[in-house]
């Protein structure tokens, strides 16, 4: 699964830990996310995709492996 | 979030202390305080309870965590679980053959080793997902 976490961070121009406020979870959570290394559940995407202002496909996308 | 997460890391951090506080002069009684049964029994009773708080505030700090930290500690626990269950049946086939020494692997070695395969799996765990 791919994200446009980072993408959508510097568009806000939020840091990871400015995102890790708005939506409640610490800064090392955000990292894992945005890097892939983690798939956060329903409710944290679509608490990500509220505090981005878009929908939570825009934010994570199947890949061809998924 | 964090000011939540991070009192209850402290109030876990607080009860393992008390718990450790309680257990090691309970052991050093058990073992050289030459008291008689019924004494020892209700001695035991105190550390138990201690843990019983501990691993109480343990749980309700799991679920304070986010997400992330949440899967850290289960896979912590599974792979020392897992851990467990491997040391346990090797003992157990050692002791069949008769090749067992109780110097290293009686009960209170094992209470150690659990605690280091928990250590072990945290530190798995975490390189997986916080690197």
């Known amino acids: ?66 | 979030m964090e000011t939540t997460i991070k009192k209850t890391g402290k109030r876990t951090i607080i009860t393992a202390a008390i718990w450790g506080a309680t257990y090691l002069p309970v052991l050093y009684l058990l073992k050289h305080g030459g008291l008689d049964k019924q004494a020892s029994v209700l001695l035991s009773v105190v550390p138990i309870i201690t843990f019983i708080i501990f691993i109480y505030s343990y749980i309700k700090q799991m679920g304070a965590l986010d997400e992330v930290k949440q899967r850290i500690q289960f896979e912590a626990v599974v792979i020392s679980f897992a851990l467990a269950l491997l040391l346990m049946m090797v003992l157990c086939l050692f002791d069949v053959a008769g090749l067992l020494s109780y110097d290293y692997f009686g009960f209170a070695f094992l209470e150690l080793y659990f605690m280091g395969f928990y250590f072990v799996g945290y530190f798995i765990a975490k390189q997986k997902y916080i690197a």
């Open chain 1, 1 to 66: 699964m791919k994200n446009t976490i980072k993408v959508e961070r510097a568009k806000k121009n939020w840091t990871q830990a400015d995102l890790a406020t708005h939506i409640g979870i610490s800064r090392q959570a955000v990292n894992s996310i945005e890097t892939g290394k983690f798939v956060p559940s329903t409710v944290l995407a679509l608490r990500m995709a509220t505090a981005f202002e878009c929908t939570v496909e825009m934010l994570f996308q199947l890949e061809d492996n998924n």
